[in-house]
């Protein structure tokens, strides 16, 4: 049981290039979704996942794409990176709000990926 | 905004002391969450609050929903350097989930 896994840990990227980052869960989790993280601004959602053919935008989707063919991946591409998108970007799963019962996630939460350090120059 | 503010920002403190960050909402949530995240490292879900004046512990962390279901707030007694992080609560909105600024604890041994 890996949990959540995140390729790669570090990218270097030249202004314009696209590129996906990978995650990965094999804890069959419904809700998926990547945040990114700039110091003294929290963790911010970008795209989230309430399952397998649905996604859906979150609080800065505006550059990024994401798909969701399966219950285990939820990629996320960078079309043409700009220095603005250098951050650190993690991928976070859960068991849905449906099947968790009482509130959100039950007593589960959510688990995180060790994420993906991203610099544009 | 949709965010949670926290406060403070930073937080140092000795060895043994106690430390207490806070949660707040305009609007009432329907649950919060908390997360230690460790420097270089990746959230970890600590815990959930869901009732009105809900209290949780974890050994020396104390976790409390407000009556009103607005702030929440957790408290380490006696810190010790292991609890060396930044500290995040998380709200969901329609299936959205929106994390505060976070609080960053230092313990001075």
Known sequence: NAGVTQTPKFQVLKTGQSMTLQCAQDMNHEYMSWYRQDPGMGLRLIHYSVGAGITDQGEVPNGYNVSRSTTEDFPLRLLSAAPSQTSVYFCASSYSLLSSGQGAFGDYGYTFGSGTRLTVV | ?109
Not at chain 2, 22 to 34: A, E, F, R
Not at chain 2, 35 to 51: A, D, E, M, T, W
Not at chain 2, 60 to 71: D, H, P, S
């Open chain 2, 1 to 109: 905004g949709q965010q949670v503010m926290q406060i403070p920002q930073y937080q140092h403190v000795q060895e043994g002391e106690d430390f207490t960050t806070y949660c707040n909402s305009s609007t009432t949530l329907s649950n919060i969450q908390w997360y230690k995240q460790r420097p270089g490292g990746h959230p970890v879900f600590l815990i959930q609050l869901v009732k009105s004046g809900e209290v949780k512990k974890q050994k020396r962390l104390t976790f409390q929903f407000g009556e009103a279901k607005k702030n929440s707030s957790l408290h380490i007694t006696a810190t010790q350097t292991t609890d060396v992080g930044t500290y995040f609560c998380s709200k969901n909105n329609f299936n959205k989930f929106y994390f505060g600024s976070g609080t960053k604890l230092n313990v001075k041994p």
